[in-house]
Structure formats: C-alpha cells, structure tokens
C-alpha cells in the first residue's frame, strides 16, 4: 500500500465517545427508569437508629406493606469467605434478625404506591430494640472482656475476623545492626466515597417468563446476579441484570447490596415493579465507608538512610459486616502484602488484621489501603531524614527499586517500573532549591509554605493469580468452601454485515471512558475508525461473564482482552482478503476500511468482506462459519504502575487553613492509550487524596451512632479548593501487560494524601509538630500549633 501511513489512533487524545449524550442531558440513570415507570412501586428501609441491640420487633399499623426479617426466612444470608485459618466467615442477613450491629442496618422494608407515600409509611412504622454495649473502636473491640461484635469462634484475638503475619528469616538479625529505630504511628479517618448518585434499584417481574429484571448503579452486574441468584435460590438465567450510566462508583458500589436482595424478593413476591432511591443520609449511614486504618510502623535504618528492616502492626476497622465478593480480607491484606510499596526491604516482619466494629461495614474505596500505606512509608522517610541528618530526596533515592523484576519480601512480583526516574522527573519539575528559597522569604514575613513528596507504586489489572494468593489451598477431603475469585475478563468481538464492530465486554465501564479507549485499541488492529465499534457493556443478558471494573484493571484486562480479539479478527480478514485478491494473509493490511496487498493502491473493502461472509457464505474460501466472530480472553497476573506527587502547601497557623498552592505528578502508567482520559484520571484521584489529606471525615459518637449525615457536617472539597495539578508522563513497558498499558485510576487518591500530610509537616516545622493522623482539619492543624503536640489519632478514632 501506497501513501501516507494509516492513522495510530492508539496514544491520541481523541474526545470520549461516550461525552456527547451525558453532557446533553440524555444519560439514563436509574432516578430516570424509575421516573419513567409510572406503574411501578417505591420502597423505603426501616433502620435501625442504634449500633447495638437486641431486636423485639419491627411493627406498622394496618395499610402499611411492612416485610421483616421472618418474611424472608426462606431467603439465603450474604456469606463472602476466604480459604484462611484465620479468617472468620459471618452470615449477613439481608434484613437484620435477632440483633442489630450498626446505626443504618436495614430491619424491614415498607412499599407503597409513590416515593412520598413509602417516606411517610415509614414513619409510622415502630422499632423496638434492647439496647446492647456498643464496640465503637478498634482499642474497645480488643480490649479483654469487649463485647462480641458476633457470637461466633474467634480462632485469636475476640473480634478478630482476619489475622495475615509475614517475618522473614533475616528480620531479626537486620533489625539488630541498625544504627537508628525511627518508630511513628499514622492512621487515617474514615470517608465515605460519597458518589454523585447514590444507590439506586429498580426491580421489574416478568409474569410471562418468571424473570426478573434489575437496574442497579453497579460496578460489577455479573457478580451482582449471581450473589442475588445464591441468595434467592435462582438460577441466574432467570435475573437479568442491567447498570445504566454510574453517576460515580469509587469501589463503594461494586459490593453485593442486601438493600438489592430484598427488592428483587419484593418485586418477585408481589409481581410488581419496585424502585428504591438511596437517599444522601442513608448514603452516609449503611453505604459502604472506607479505610478506618492505624498503621505502627518501625524502620531499623543505617546512619546513610539504607532501609535494612520493616516492621508493621497494621490494624483495620472493617465495620459489623463483610464485603461480598472481595470480603472484609480486602483492607488487610492488602496492606500486608503491599506495605513496602516502590521500596527495597530486605527483610520484613508485619501483622496486619481486620478488626469488626459496631459500624457500617468497609468496602474498598479508590485506591482501598494504599493511602494509607503511602502514607506510612512517605512519612517514615520523611521523619527518618530529618533524625538522620539527611536530605528527603536523597534517602528515598537510596531505597527505591531499580533492579527489576524485583521479588517483595510477602512474594510480590513488581515488573518493569521507573520509580527513580519518576523521582527525579518530578523534584527537578518542582525545583527544590527555588521553592526553599521561597519557603525561607515567606517565613520572614509569617507565612509558612511546606512541600511534601510522595513516592509510590501501584499493583494494577491483576487477575484471578492475585485474587487466589489470599486464600490457602483447599486440603484434600475437605468441603469445598464457596469462594468467589474476581480476575479473568472474556469479551466477544463481531463484525456484523455491514462492516460495523460490535464489542461486548463483561467489564462494566462507570466513568472511565473505557468504551472510547477500547474502540481506539480495536481500530488500530482492524484498521477501521473508533466510531465504528459500538461497545456493549453492564448488561448480563448481552455480555459475557465478566468481573466489572475496579482495582484499575479495566484497561489493562478488558483491554487485553479486546486487543486479542482484535488480532484475531484481523486473522480471519486476511484470510478472507488474500482468496479474493491472490497472495498471502501476511501480504494484506488493513487501514482506512479496506483490505489491501502490500504496495497496491486499492484493495476490497472490510464491508463487502463482511456482507459476503454472511449473505455468500458459499464464497468463503475455506468452508469456514459464515460468521465474523473472536473472543477474547486475558487473565495477567498484574502490573506495576508508579508516580511520585510533589504537593505544595501554605498553611494559617492563626486559623489552621491549609491551602494547596501547586500540585505536581511524576507517573509512568506505561503506554497511554488515550492520555486525554489518563490525565482526566490523575486529576479526578488528586481531588478524591486532597479530601482524603484536609477535608472528609466520617465521625461516630461514644453509642457508635453517625454525627455526619450530611452534606452540612460531611465536607467534600469543592473546584475552590483544588490545585492545578501539573503532570509529567514517562513510559515503561512491561511484558506483564499486552497492550502495553499499566492502570492509572486510582494513583491519584494513593499518592495525594501523604505528599500534602509531608508537606503540612514541612510547613509546620518550625512549631515543631508533624501530621499523622488525616485529615489534618483547621481545628486539627491550629490545636497542633497551639499546644505543641503532633496531630495524632487519640484512642476513641479520632485526633487530637
């Protein structure tokens, strides 16, 4: 083929694809299938208002639809297991019986004609519940003789549902040569990932077929049909599920619903359409919170900065319930596993457990226990360097990996990576030595700037061996336990008759832009322009069995997926192409819709192929299926994205005002698909880290109910409060992702938090005091400065 070279749409920053009908208003949300069924029901949750309690009764007058507990006595709890001896499997009832564990845990369910009608039957709906001690704290929950969360065995500590340790032979030994022991604690609050939308069903009956329907805001519809099947007694081909535009996900909804259980049961049990809007109040009280975590770090360190040793006690507030598919094992062992993050440690030696709480129940949320471990290790170094004598950047650079692949000290295989690189990318990009310049003038006139530096790496589109690791081998002659390992994605790709590409994918985009940056990675292989790829996506009667997104995979799995699709489709063209216009299948290109041998002008085009394959099958030259179809299937074993964020802060010590005045990223994510959509990332995980670092707290009183339910005590950072964020790009290839890609979306929140709680710190310096505890609130930041003492974690989960 002659001429210019065909068009790369791989690594341009083309326009989102999927842009045009939100921004016009024609998104479809489940608010609007509910808006649009006027024939359809509306249901409210009772809730029980306190933490601890002994159920008696859940009662309504005559004319209310009230379902309890003893309603859906036929109904299988939600049960999410690890394979672990130390892992501790608890049933959740999909409506609360016998006792209740959390302000916010469902306990019935009313129905009415209308959404008004179903608020005002709930009010006069009455609970009695016996008040029981509420465990309200991880200290409390481990204190001799604490009330039990669950009357179930625990096999150590009470209230203890998952116990991971790691100690290396050499530990010891490295621990006792060390010239210095620096010792912190740091421990973070929790958030709720507070989605624009909040949870959302609706809940449809079928009477001709006995199926059911359910349009839920979800990130992951195939695991929500089968935990809703299991729970239901179904076969799945009898539920459909559907998730329409996300208005935000975060990880909060990609967690099996009890509130989706009972409507399915109601919907079924009265044969009607049945719709429940989440309100923000319930969002904030029984949705799903995050990372209540309290990290004790020790680093046994040479008098030059080596890192010889590690130490962690890691300890995890996971709420009264676990988190189906991914179970209350998530946060944990995470942690466990990944503490050392883009740091050499040789040996290491950590503890690292799940506690339960009478509290809402933790799910993961952008980036689960990585801010926190950032945020452990940044400060380590920090406060190392400062004992030491020596310069932050400088330690850092002596402890990152530079040698790759690199074998963590828990088994982590870390792949190709820049974590060097992106440190000095981004150090030279903030110019130091101008901002110390800066620091010093603005300190003469009573201004306190700081800067912080983050240095990470991010384990990214992993597949079900990373999923299998947290459990233990099944021992033979044993039951099988019902686990559930996430990983694998399948897509099928179909060229129909007219030439047009229809990709269906099991992953279910919320936002991402993950249509458009598939349809890019499908046209280069096909030749054909990304408007030409309608994408199918969230709906499980029109997808294969997928895993949805989280965990930054999608790109890196469904993106495998589809690239090998592609390659196989393009196969098959080839073939076609090179019977009808002589030569080889490896003479033909592909490009601008045609099919051409090399070093001719003009060729067949893709369209007639196709029209030919299916209305002329006796023209196919092999006999082959008159079909233009490939799947797809990819399961890595995961990669190693990594960044370094430099924050700079200006910090009131009068009011205790932190403001971000610039804030920078280094990150390799590797190729970059569609860099439009990966910076629209990094920026929208900064401003989720800035709320993580200053603003969102969740806050429990001493009866363990929630004081923040509300967009009035609950404080999310507005545009007003963002930085701009300035980023530089490297690219590292890995052999560990095929198309090239490493995942980017949740790097921003990792990152964020410990380089503004450093360079709060730096700011600060000069009054002598540190942040270890997030968010670092005015009150926080001013009550600091007055009294001299670090913001810390006091034992009752808050700060001081």
Known sequence: MTGAEPPTWTGRALPRLEDPAIVRGWGRYVGDIAARDQSCLHARFVRSAVAAGRLISVTAPPGVTLFTAADLAEVKPIRAVLNRPDFVAVDTPILATGTVRFVGEPVGLVIAASEAEAEDALELVDVEIEPLPAVVSTEQALAPGAPLVHAVEYPGDPNTVVDGRIHT??????????????????????????????????????????????HVTTQM?????????????????????????????????????????????????????????????????????SREQVYDITGAFTADGELLALRGDL???????????????????????ELPGAYRVREYSVRSRAIVTNKCPIAPYRGVSRPVQVLAMERLFDVAAAELGLDRVAIRARNLITEFPHRSPSGLVLDQASHLETLQAATERA?????????????????????????????????????????????????????ITPGYERVVLTMDPSGALTLRIGASPHGQGLRTTLAQLVCDELGLEPGAVRVIASDTDATPYGWGSFASRAMVIAGGASLLAARELAARLRVLAAARLGGLPDDIELAGGQAVRAGEESGVSLATLARDTYLNAHLIPDKGEPALEAVGRYDPSGTFANACHVAEVEVDPLTGQVSVTRFL????????????????????????????????????????????????????????????????????????????????????????????????????APFGVGVFHLPATPH?????????????????????
């Open 169 to 214: 032979e050499g530990f010891d030994a490295a621990f006792a040569r060390a010239d210095r022991i620096v010792e912190i604690q740091v421990s973070s609050a929790r958030q709720s990932a507070m989605p624009l939308e909040a949870r959302a069903a609706h809940a449809a009956y079928d009477r001709a077929s006995g199926r059911s329907t359910l």
């Open 221 to 289: 519809p195939h695991l929500i049909r089968t935990g809703v099947a299991d729970s239901l007694g179904l076969r799945e081909d009898d539920l459909r599920v559907v998730a329409p535009d996300v208005g935000g996900g975060f990880g909060a909804k990609m967690a099996l619903a009890r509130e989706d259980v009972a409507l399915v049961w109601a919907s079924r049990r009265l044969r009607r359409a049945i719709a429940w809007l989440e309100t923000r109040e319930e969002n904030f009280l029984a949705a799903w919170h």
């Open 315 to 337: 300890v995890c507030d996971v709420g009264a319930y676990s988190c189906y598919p991914v179970t209350w094992g998530v946060e944990p062992l995470m942690a466990m596993a």
């Open 431 to 483: 110019d130091l030595a101008d901002f110390r310049d800066r620091q010093e003038r603005a300190r003469a006139q009573g201004r306190y700037l700081g800067l912080g530096i983050a240095c990470f790496a991010e384990r990214t589109g992993y597949g079900t061996p990373a999923f299998a690791a947290r459990s233990r081998p099944i021992q033979l002659g044993r039951e099988p336990a019902p686990l």
């Open 665 to 764: 990223v280094a990150e390799d994510a590797g190729r970059l698909i569609n860099p439009a959509i990966v910076d629209g990332q990094i920026h929208g995980g900064v401003a989720q880290g800035v709320a993580n670092a200053l603003y969102e707290e969740l806050i429990y009183d001493e009866r363990g109910v929630l004081v923040t339910t509300s967009l009035m005590d609950y404080l999310p950072p507005t545009i007003a409060e963002m930085p701009g964020i300035d980023i530089v790009h490297l690219d590292t290839r890995s052999a560990e992702s095929i198309t090239g890609a490493k995942g980017v979306g949740e790097g921003g929140t990792i990152g964020a938090p410990a380089a503004i709680a450093n360079a709060v710190s730096d700011a600060l």
């Open 780 to 800: 926080r930041v001013r009550t600091a400065v007055r009294t001299g003492a670090d913001i810390r974690r006091t034992e009752k989960g808050t700060a001081s």
